[in-house]
C-alpha cells in the first residue's frame, strides 16, 4: 500500500506540471484565462455599477440613508423641473453645433495637412496639440481668456474692431456662454477629427484622383466625387465616436460655467454631479446621468454595424 | 518647382493659419499669464498679448511653496504609472487571447469589450462612487488606481488586438514547433514584434489617466490625495478672489509632463489616435 501510494505521487507530480502546461498550451483554456482578469474588471467595476445606476434610478435614494423604490418617479420628477428640461435642451444644441463644426473644420483641416507643407511635423504637432493636454486645465486658460474684465477675446475683438465695446459677458450670458462652451469643445475635439480624417485621406489611392482629373473633374467635383464618398466609412466612425463623447461631456462646462448661468449650459453629467453630489439625491442624478445611454446604445448598434465589418 | 505650384503651396499655408492661431493661442496666453508681474496683469489699458513691464516667475515660486501642488503632482504621477501599468498587463493578454485563440464566446466577449471602451465615465460616476466607498476607499487616491483601469483596459485591449492582427500567425507556430510552449512564444516572439503598439498603449493610457477628472473630483476631496487637475481646479480658487497668475503657472506645469512625452513620441499619438477609431 505504501509503497504505491508513494508511486502514485512520484508519478502524479511531474504529470500535474505537464498537465497545467499543456492545458496553457491549449487555446479554449489559455483564452479564458488571458480574458478573465480584463473580464473581472469590467464585470465588477463596470457592468455591476451599470445595474446600480438602473437600481439607483428607480429608487429614492438618498446619501447616507435607505432607499426605497420608487417606480419611474424620478424620470417623472425630472421632466417636471425647468432645470432638467433646459439640460436635455442644452445637450441637443451642444452637441449638435459642436459635431457639425468640428466635421466641417476637421474636413477643411485634413484636406490642408494633406497638402506638400513644409515643418509637417511641427504643424501637425500644433494641430494636435489641444487633444493632449488635460482638458481641466486648458478650459482653464479658456476661463481666463473669457474673463468678464480681461477678456483677451474681448481685448483683440475691440482692437480689430469687430465687437462693440466692452463686449459681450461670455461666461454671464445665457447664448454666449453656450457659444463659449461649445467653442471650447470644438478647441479641443478638432484635432481628433483633422488626424483621423488625413489619416482616411491618406488611404485613398492616387490613381483615382488621376483618372478623375483625366476625364475632366475639377477640384470641386474630385472632392464631391472621389474623396467624399471614400471617406464615408472613416466620417462616419468619427462622427459616432465624437457624438458619445460630447454628448456626454463634463469637464469644459464644469471647468467653464458650472452648468450657469441659469442652468444655461448644463449637459447630463454636468446637472447629474449637481442633484446627485452635491444635493445628495442620488436617485435623480443616476436617473438624469441614464438620459446618456439611450445616445450610447444608438452609437453602439451603429459602430458594431461598420467596425465589426472592417475588423472580422 | 514652378511658379503655380509654389503659389498654392503658400496658398496652403495661409488657410492654415487660422487652425494654428485656433490650436496655440490658449496655451501661448496661459504660459503669458503666469509669467506676467500683478500690476501689468490686472491693467485694463495694457497690451495682453506680450509682457512690457519683464516676466516674473513669483507666480511659479508661489504656486510650488505656498500650496500643495507638489503632493498633487506626485498623486497624479503615482496614479498614472500604476493605473497604466496595471491596465497595460491586462490588456495585453485579452488583446492577445481576443485576436489569436479560438474559445468558448471569443467574439462576443470581443464586442463586449469594444462597448465597454464607448461608455463615457460621465455615465457610471455616480454608482462607482458608492462601489468605492464600499471598497474601502473613499477618498483616497487607490480609488484611481483601481478605478482607472476601466477605461484604460478596454481601450488597450482594443488597440492592442490590432497590432496581434498584423503579427502573422506563421511567426509563433514556427516557434511553437521548434518546441517553445504558447506563452513561451507570446513572451519571446510575439510581444517584441509588438512593441510599437505597445508603447503606444502605454502613451496613451498614460495621457488619458493623467488627463483625467471626473473621476478624482469624485472619489477624492483632501489636499493629500487629490490629482494635479483637481487641485489645481478646486484648491487653487478660493472664494471669489482669483489668483490667475499662480492658476495659470498651476494648468502649464501640470501640463508638462504630457507635453514632454508628446514632443518626444508625436508619431506614436498620431498613429494611435487613428488605429483606436479606425481599427
Redesign the interface.
Known amino acids: 500500500m505504501a509503497i504505491s501510494t508513494v508511486d502514485i505521487a512520484v508519478a502524479r507530480r511531474p504529470s500535474l506540471r505537464a498537465r497545467i ?1 499543456e492545458l ?2 491549449r ?9 478573465s ?3 473581472v ?2 464585470l ?3 457592468a ?3 445595474c ?2 438602473l437600481y ?1 434610478s428607480v429608487s429614492n435614494a438618498f446619501i447616507g440613508r435607505p432607499s426605497h423604490l420608487i417606480g419611474l418617479r424620478n424620470f417623472i420628477n425630472l421632466w417636471q423641473s425647468d432645470a432638467f428640461r433646459q439640460t436635455f435642451q442644452n445637450a441637443f444644441v451642444f452637441c449638435g453645433a459642436a459635431v457639425a463644426a468640428k466635421l466641417v ?1 476637421g474636413i477643411s ?1 485634413a484636406l ?2 494633406d ?4 515643418f509637417k ?1 511641427l ?16 478650459t ?3 476661463w ?2 473669457f ?1 468678464s ?2 477678456s ?1 477675446v474681448n ?2 475683438g475691440l482692437a480689430l474692431g469687430i465687437m462693440d465695446p466692452p463686449g459681450p459677458n461670455w461666461l454671464g450670458q445665457k447664448y454666449y456662454a453656450m457659444a463659449a462652451v461649445i467653442i471650447v469643445n470644438i ?1 479641443r475635439g ?3 477629427f483633422a ?2 480624417i ?3 485621406l491618406v488611404a485613398i489611392p492616387k490613381e483615382l484622383y488621376e483618372a478623375a482629373e483625366a476625364d475632366g473633374a475639377g477640384p470641386v467635383a474630385r472632392f464631391w466625387y472621389v474623396t467624399l464618398p471614400l471617406l464615408k466609412g ?1 466620417l462616419a ?2 462622427v459616432l ?1 465624437s457624438t ?2 460630447t ?5 469644459i462646462v ?2 467653464l460655467t458650472h452648468g450657469g448661468p441659469i442652468n444655461s449650459t448644463h449637459l ?2 454636468t446637472l ?2 449637481q442633484v ?2 452635491e444635493t445628495g439625491r ?1 436617485g435623480e ?2 436617473a438624469i ?2 438620459y ?2 439611450p445616445v ?1 446604445m444608438i ?2 448598434w451603429a ?2 454595424r461598420f ?2 465589418k ?3 | 518647382m514652378n511658379r503655380r505650384k509654389l503659389t498654392h503651396k503658400i496658398l496652403m499655408h495661409v488657410l492654415l493659419v487660422p487652425f494654428l492661431v485656433f490650436a496655440v493661442f490658449p496655451f501661448y496666453h496661459m504660459t503669458l499669464t503666469s509669467l506676467k508681474q500683478n500690476k501689468e496683469l490686472y491693467d485694463r489699458t495694457a497690451n495682453p498679448l506680450v509682457i512690457r513691464q519683464g516676466p516674473t516667475i513669483d507666480h511659479y515660486t508661489k504656486l510650488l511653496w505656498d500650496t500643495s501642488f507638489l503632493v498633487w503632482t506626485k498623486n497624479s504621477l503615482l496614479v498614472t504609472v500604476l493605473a497604466t501599468t496595471l491596465s497595460l498587463v491586462i490588456g495585453t493578454v485579452a488583446a492577445y487571447a481576443l485576436a489569436r485563440l479560438k474559445f468558448f464566446a471569443v467574439g462576443s466577449l470581443g464586442t463586449a469589450i469594444f462597448v465597454t471602451y464607448l461608455v463615457p465615465t460621465s455615465l457610471l460616476f455616480l454608482p462607482l462612487a458608492q462601489v468605492v466607498n464600499w471598497l474601502g476607499l473613499g477618498d483616497s487616491k487607490w480609488a484611481l488606481v483601481v478605478t482607472y483601469p476601466t477605461f484604460l483596459v478596454p481601450f488597450c485591449t482594443w488597440l492592442l488586438m490590432g497590432y496581434f492582427r498584423t503579427v502573422p500567425k506563421e511567426v509563433e507556430e514556427c516557434a511553437m514547433v521548434d518546441g517553445a510552449t504558447r506563452i513561451q512564444a507570446l513572451w519571446r516572439i510575439v510581444l517584441p514584434i509588438t512593441v510599437p503598439g505597445l508603447v503606444c498603449a502605454a502613451l496613451f493610457a498614460f495621457t488619458l489617466s493623467w488627463n483625467e477628472f471626473i473621476y478624482a473630483l469624485t472619489f477624492t476631496s483632501s489636499s493629500e490625495q487629490i490629482t494635479a487637475s483637481v487641485g489645481v481646479t478646486s484648491e487653487l480658487i478660493r472664494g471669489d478672489i482669483y489668483y490667475w497668475g499662480s492658476l495659470m503657472a498651476g494648468a502649464v506645469l501640470a501640463s508638462v509632463p504630457i507635453v514632454v512625452l508628446y514632443v518626444f513620441f508625436l508619431d506614436y499619438y498620431v498613429s494611435g489616435l487613428t488605429a483606436g477609431a479606425i481599427k
Not at chain 1, 496639440?129 to 488635460?134: A, C, T
Open positions: 502546461s496553457l498550451d487555446e479554449e483554456w489559455l483564452g479564458p484565462i488571458f480574458v482578469p480584463a473580464l474588471l469590467l465588477l467595476l463596470v455591476y455599477p451599470f446600480m445606476a439607483f473644420l483641416l490642408l495637412l497638402q506638400q507643407l513644409w511635423r504643424i501637425r504637432g500644433a494641430v494636435l496639440l489641444p487633444w493632449v493636454i488635460p482638458t481641466a486645465l486648458s482653464l486658460g479658456w481666463w481668456m474673463n474684465l480681461y483677451v481685448w483683440t478647441w478638432l484635432p481628433f488626424i483621423t488625413l489619416a482616411g472613416v466612425i468619427v465616436f458619445i463623447f454628448f456626454s461631456e463634463f469637464n464644469f471647468v447630463f453629467a447629474a454631479r446627485g453630489l442620488i442624478g443616476a446621468s441614464l446618456l445611454f450610447l452609437v453602439v459602430q458594431l467596425v465589426r472592417q475588423a472580422y
